[in-house]
């Protein structure tokens, strides 16, 4: 059974940094890749950011691209995520989620999610 739990949420302003954080227990996650998923009020979960088990590759959607940064510590068991410049369209409820199978960039599905943690922005 693996646990995760976000944190590093809160209330910015626009230009705003926040560094999100996702710790794992109950099993080592250092054989998956991980990513990063948002929600805002209304909308549908989206994809934010994505990294191979050894953070050696990263993808992200085109809307962070370039102001967020997702990263790994798998000694520590955790997950990052630096946004920078944020903007209003940003605010959501972020979670970090483990991917079912070891291998990257092939769609496979995700196994394990977080509870979330809330960002917003303010204009």
């Known amino acids: ?11 910015v302003q626009a230009g705003g ?6 710790a794992a227990s109950g099993r080592a996650l250092s054989s998956y890749p991980m990513a990063w998923f948002r929600q805002a009020p209304g909308k549908e979960r989206e994809f934010v950011a994505t990294i191979s088990w050894n953070g050696g590759s990263t993808d992200y959607t085109d809307s962070v691209k370039g102001r967020f940064t997702i990263s790994r510590d798998n000694a520590k068991n955790t997950l990052y995520l630096q ?4 903007k209003p369209e ?4 972020y ?15 995700y196994d394990y999610w977080g509870q979330g943690t809330q960002v917003t922005v303010g204009s």
């Open 95 to 109: 979670y970090c989620a483990k991917e079912s199978s070891p291998s990257y960039g092939l769609g496979n599905p």
């Open 83 to 86: 946004m920078n410049s944020l």
């Open 1 to 11: 059974q693996v646990q995760l739990v976000e944190s590093g949420g809160g209330l």
């Open 17 to 22: 940094s926040l560094r999100l954080s996702c």
């Open 90 to 93: 940003d605010t959501a409820v």
